[in-house]
């Protein structure tokens, strides 16, 4: 099939990725190869060089051999000289290129559902990202092989998405977008069939992630602390990686089971303390 417009868009989230395909005026969203709608924007390597993406490279932060090979939230990184380091793999790459490992998953999952090689797509990016950020997404793109890639603000995407078929001669919205990582809100004027951005403001550093760290960090840590033989214990200490990447996991996993019930339990969530004694982490949050 030739294609003459761009029809695929993809969500590149700091915690979640998403690609959907436009169908006239109707879009549908591409499930991956194990039938979910977003895929984590996680990668890991094992020492094989096996590659993981997705769910299966996110699950692996409760690993103790692995969790701190795993990368996520690269996304926040974007346009910096930040290296991240697959230690079991020896290898570094760049943030654009980590992403770009993403995109390549989810053009995959087009050509196993459509049996299409998918060369050309647009990318959504946060309001606020810079120009070297969009220069960095777009070199992702190109990484993941599109030959052509088009960037669009995410509150142009949600706005436009919204607006499709709605005809009015003007009309001011308000879009707000608070993602996995970042906080985005625009004001956009709808008006004679187009769709303009009037101003826009945001934070690259404020999202559900964010949640998760507060909770692990104002929360989680002090009680463990106070229970248990774990000196240092901190965020950023080389001794705890693999401690504080399983409790990550677990936080975010009872936060989003909180969204259906009043309280949640850290599940799954094991490690030594400083003597070699393992922790069975019992905390519960509502």
């Not at 436009?160 to 809100?185: H, K, M, N, P, S």
């Not at 850290?266 to 490690?271: G, M, S, T, V």
Request: charge should be negative; include cysteine.
């Amino acid at each position: 099939m030739t294609r003459t417009t761009i029809d695929y868009g993809i969500d590149l989230g700091t915690t979640n990725s998403s690609i959907a395909v436009l169908r006239g005026s109707i879009s549908d969203v591409i499930p991956n190869n194990v039938g979910n709608e977003i895929t984590a924007s996680a990668v890991f390597f094992g020492r094989d060089g096996q590659e993981y993406v997705g769910q299966k490279a996110k699950d692996r932060q409760k690993d103790d051999r692995a969790a701190g090979d795993v990368c996520i939230e690269f996304k926040r990184r974007m346009g910096t000289d930040h290296l991240y380091e697959f230690k079991s793999a020896a290898r570094v790459m760049r943030p654009e290129e980590v992403s770009a490992q993403v995109l390549i998953s989810l053009r995959g999952d087009v050509q196993q559902k459509l049996g299409e090689d998918v060369q050309a797509a647009v990318i959504t990016v946060p309001a606020a990202f810079e120009a070297r950020q969009c220069v960095a997404t777009k070199r992702a793109g190109e990484l993941a092989g599109f030959t052509q890639c088009a960037l669009l603000q995410e509150p142009v995407a949600a706005a436009l998405a919204y607006g499709f078929q709605v005809d009015v001669t003007r009309e001011y919205w308000l879009v707000y977008d608070f993602g996995g990582g970042t906080f985005d809100a625009a004001i956009m004027k709808a008006e004679d069939g187009g769709i303009s951005v009037v101003n826009h403001d945001g934070d690259n550093y404020l999202g559900g992630s964010d949640i998760d760290w507060a909770v692990l960090d104002q929360l989680v840590i002090p009680a463990l602390k106070s229970e248990f033989n774990l000196p240092e214990f901190r965020r950023g200490n080389k001794a705890w990686t693999t401690a504080i990447a399983r409790l990550k996991y677990a936080v975010e996993d009872a936060k989003i089971r909180l969204s259906r019930s009043d309280t949640a339990y850290l599940e799954d969530c094991k490690f030594k303390d400083a003597a070699g004694r393992e922790i069975d982490v019992e905390f519960k949050l509502t």
